[in-house]
T-cell receptor
Framework: ETGVTQSPTHLIKTRGQQVTLRCSSQ?????VSWYQQALGQGPQFIFQ???????GRGNFPPRFSGLQFPNYSSELNVNALELDDSALYLC????????????FGQGTRLTVV | AQSVTQLDSHVSVSEGTPVLLRCNYS??????LFWYVQHPNKGLQLLLK??????LVKGINGFEAEFKKSETSFHLTKPSAHMSDAAEYFC?????????????FGSGTKLNVKP
């Protein structure tokens, strides 16, 4: 167990809907990043938050947005869901120190129908 | 530019035989390198990390990896495979000069362990 928890574990949504995924970071970690892992692929970086500010973003459209709260938990919001958004969404937390490892949650499996 | 290439998408070994999972990276700057393992329907677990200290890194469950700068490689090895090692393994690079330490993942190697 890493101490990073994600909810829900599974979710089914209809194309065009909006979804919010949640992540509680490990105690003492102030940095949270989100990854999308499509079936059969490696995780792809979506964005990262450090002390409530987004400080990095991957190649994802603006309908992917997020928040980080004062307790360093985080949300990932996806608007106007598309079928290709079906994936495992992973949250990772780490300290702000460079080159430290990230600790991953179990992920949220999102299915868009 | 930076990238990670895992040279084998699938590796199959017999229980008790050695494991070799290959990873090459490209990076303009000094990298930190990690290996993560993902069991079915689970999150990612850190196996080991290299962050510019000793080039031979020992991790959990008997795994180790050697950083070879001249070959830009960071291959994962284990002397004797166990059935419980069957999983998908990801090689990850991050950059010391990256402002936010983004993780770049390889495409993964699925390890199958035969009895």
């Amino acid at each position: 167990e890493t101490g990073v928890t994600q909810s829900p574990t599974h979710l089914i949504k209809t194309r065009g809907q909006q979804v919010t995924l949640r992540c509680s970071s490990q105690s003492g970690h102030n940095t949270v990043s989100w990854y999308q892992q499509a079936l059969g692929q490696g995780p792809q970086f979506i964005f990262q938050y450090y002390r409530e500010e987004e400080n990095g973003r991957g190649n994802f459209p603006p309908r992917f947005s997020g928040l980080q709260f004062p307790n360093y938990s985080s949300e990932l919001n996806v608007n106007a869901l598309e079928l290709d958004d079906s994936a495992l969404y992973l949250c990772a937390s780490k300290t702000g120190t460079m080159n430290t490892e990230a600790f991953f949650g179990q992920g949220t499996r999102l299915t868009v129908v | 530019a930076q990238s990670v290439t895992q040279l084998d998408s699938h590796v199959s070994v017999s229980e008790g035989t050695p494991v070799l999972l290959r990873c090459n990276y490209s990076s303009s700057y000094s990298p930190s390198l990690f290996w993560y393992v993902q069991h079915p329907n689970k999150g990612l677990q850190l196996l080991l990390k290299y962050t510019s200290a000793a080039t031979l890194v020992k991790g959990i469950n008997g795994f180790e990896a050697e950083f070879k700068k001249s070959e830009t490689s960071f291959h994962l090895t284990k002397p004797s495979a166990h059935m419980s090692d069957a999983a998908e393994y990801f090689c990850v690079v991050t950059l010391s000069r990256d402002n936010f330490n983004k993780f770049y993942f390889g495409s993964g190697t699925k390890l199958n362990v035969k009895p």
